[in-house]
């Protein structure tokens, strides 16, 4: 008889033994009789229930990139003309891989796309020098300055307290959530990812949650509010998102303009600001009842600051002066560029030299780099070199044809129909690859490559796709912004269901929105879709 190895004892009192063989399948003392068989029944459904819907959808992945392996190993061996060349098949193998790997396990982000950046070295397929010239790739030091420069922005308060003092103005909540998705908008300019954005805000809306205890539904709009805006505004920066950077360098590495931070801000603020409002609106309809809106609000500078620690009311503090100046100086030249013809990353390291430096900085070089999300900045270049892969393999230009090709015979209409199918996939891409940055790894080189060949813009349409990939709202994990304001303590916050009420409307307006722009908006302000 086998000893018994531990026993455990429960908050009743109850005791619950467990044997050296944790299925208990080969303890002779219970493998007989009814007992015994309730103890099999019993791990069978304990282990049906670990083999969840996503475990078969894996499996079920699994199978298909195996097979999609397959069938790109047969095409290289084919010396027919137009076939897969031997580097494409691989490049397209690891990519799959990386996929699947970011799609359905918890490894995280960054090791995948090193290690399938490492691999591609490994077999031949990148350059070892374009693996290590991307991590000294300027989009690295621009963002790199500019985290720098967001540390001194939190650390000195300025952006809580500027928030702050705009939704104070607020007499009704209709007037709150268009107050609150302004300052949401303008964050996109200081902050570089949609993640710091989130975290930078958070202490606005706590405090707003807590002065409307009272008003559960508004605290609820508010929480939705928040992540939702914060995820569309970004498309109207530069720095929005990491994935913009990522479009603008693969544009670069296919022979296409590349985007500046001036004239990305000139096409991204406009979309950026009308999606935020008609979010805003929506939000309201949505969770707020006629009488919610109608109740006038009284908020005033000291109600917030009675829950909040970062000063807020009164003069404004020194490291608070300084790090205006500052920000308002690093903006003010990102956007004059063409003026004097200093590198945005240039920029972006001296800000955050001077936000750093002993005399005018607010916080210590130190403690900023560590702030840095180095994870990110690894990923961004790792993701660039999987991307120049694809392009110089051919990869991307076969993997275009295959896919989307067939739409060259629709006539007049397949440079429309390209387009109105890139965005929909931008748009519900989210469902599958959580990072804004990998879907854009995966999707702009294939988008650019078949652009020219239907008429349209490369560059139009890349930054349509990157656009759309803005819309993530579906599920709290589908982006980190909505995953953190999920989880609030002591507020009311969303729920699955709400996410899915708000992205039944907000997705096909979402769609409906950026077509717009690439069709008839961003064509008038000097970015045509179509190319004769």
């Known amino acids: 008889m086998n000893r018994i190895s531990s026993s455990d004892h429960d908050a009743d009192g109850k005791i619950f033994y467990r044997t050296r063989s944790s299925l208990n399948l080969n303890n002779p003392r219970y493998s007989d009789g009814l007992y015994g068989a309730v103890q099999q029944d019993a791990v069978e459904k304990s282990w049906l229930s670990k083999f ?6 894996a499996a079920v992945a699994a199978f298909i990139v195996a097979a999609l392996v397959v069938w790109w190993t047969v095409l290289a061996a084919d010396d027919a003309a137009g076939a897969l060349n031997t580097q494409g098949a691989v490049t397209l193998s690891v990519f799959a891989v990386a996929v699947w790997f970011w799609i359905f396990t918890d490894i995280d982000d960054t090791y995948v796309a090193l290690g399938a950046a490492v691999l591609l070295v490994v077999m031949g397929v990148l350059p070892e020098k374009i693996l290590f010239d991307s991590l000294g790739d300027d989009t690295v030091w621009l963002l790199l300055g500019s985290f720098v420069v967001a540390a001194g922005i939190t650390a000195s308060g300025l952006a809580t307290r500027a928030a702050a003092f705009i939704v104070s103005g607020a007499k009704t909540p209709r007037q709150l959530m268009h107050l609150s998705g302004a300052a949401l908008v303008a964050t996109a300019f ?5 993640s710091g954005r989130a975290a930078l805000a958070m202490p606005v809306f706590l405090a707003l949650a807590s002065v409307l205890r009272d008003r559960s539904k508004l605290v609820l709009a508010l929480a939705l509010l928040f992540p939702s805006v914060i995820l569309l505004s970004a498309v109207g920066s530069y720095l929005g998102a990491g994935a913009h950077l990522i479009t603008s360098q693969i544009l670069a590495a296919s022979g296409f303009p590349a985007f500046s931070f001036t004239n990305w801000m ?3 603020m406009p979309l950026a600001v009308v999606a935020s409002v008609i979010c805003v609106e929506l939000i309201l309809m949505l969770f707020t009842s006629a009488d919610d809106r109608k109740q006038a609000l009284t908020i005033s500078v000291s109600d917030l600051q009675n829950h909040t620690t970062i000063p807020i009311r009164g003069r404004f503090t020194p490291d608070q002066v300084k790090t205006c100046w500052l920000v308002g100086g690093v903006i003010l030249l990102w956007c004059t560029e063409p003026a004097h013809g200093i590198h945005p990353a240039i920029i972006a ?9 002993t005399g005018l900085g607010v916080v210590d070089l130190g403690k900023a780099l560590k702030s840095v999300p180095w994870s990110l900045l690894i990923f961004m270049a790792a993701t660039l070199a999987m ?3 694809l392009v110089t393999s051919g990869a991307a230009a076969w993997a275009a044809n295959s896919m989307l090709g067939s739409i060259r ?8 129909l390209f387009v109105v199918i890139i965005v929909a996939i931008s748009t519900a891409a989210h469902l599958v690859i959580q990072s804004r940055s990998a879907r854009s790894a995966v999707l702009i080189p294939i988008v650019v490559s078949l652009a020219p060949e239907v008429g349209v813009s490369a560059v139009a349409a890349a930054f ?9 709202h579906t599920m709290s994990s589908s982006a980190k912004p909505m ?8 507020a009311p916050t969303y729920s699955g269901r709400d996410l899915l009420r708000l992205s039944m409307w907000l997705a096909p307006i979402s769609v409906a929105l950026v077509l717009a722009f690439a069709f008839f908006i961003w064509p008038l302000l000097g970015m045509p879709l179509f190319v004769k």
């Open 52 to 57: 969840s819907g996503k475990h078969a959808a």
């Open 483 to 490: 995953a953190l304001y999920a989880k609030v303590d002591d």
């Open 190 to 194: 200081a902050v570089p990812s949609t």
């Open 349 to 357: 390291l001296a800000g955050g030299l001077m936000m750093s430096s």
């Open 266 to 268: 000139f096409y991204g």
């Open 387 to 389: 991307g120049s892969a």
């Open 409 to 416: 015979g629709s006539g007049m209409g397949a440079g429309v």
């Open 464 to 472: 349509a796709s990157t656009a759309a990939a803005g819309f993530c």
